[in-house]
Nanobody, 125 residues
């Protein structure tokens, strides 16, 4: 049974940095994509970053491009999301996600089969 566990959330001030980690367990091989989504009250869950296995090609939403960096360690089935220059609009519940196959839409929710429980990120002004 595949399980995903997020860690590294917390509270920072505007301009600060946080690094999230997502550890996947139960995989026979490696996840094809590992991704991060976030949800804020009153809004739909948004895909912010995704990374493909083998090529390690990253994908970012426009709202985080240039500020967030996604990486992965396939030996540990772990992905990381380094978030810099954070602002209050980045506040939300961040979810780790993983899937098993190629997709033309690596930042869409319906691409992903496995989800973590979410971790809170709060950015204060």
């Amino acid at each position: 049974q595949v399980k995903l566990a997020e860690s590294g959330g917390g509270s920072v001030q505007t301009g600060g940095t946080l690094k999230l980690s997502c550890s996947a367990s139960g995989y026979a091989n490696h996840p094809y994509y590992m991704a991060w989504f976030r949800q804020t009250p009153g809004k739909e869950r948004e895909g912010v970053a995704s990374i493909q296995t083998h090529s390690w090609t990253p994908y970012y939403s426009d709202s985080v491009k240039g500020r967030f960096t996604i990486t992965r360690n396939d030996a540990r089935d772990t992905s990381y999301l380094e978030m810099t220059n954070l602002n209050p609009a980045d506040t939300g519940l961040y979810y780790c996600a993983a899937n098993d196959a190629f997709s033309w839409y690596p930042l869409r929710m319906d691409t992903y089969t496995y989800w973590g429980r979410g971790i809170q990120v709060t950015v204060s002004s």
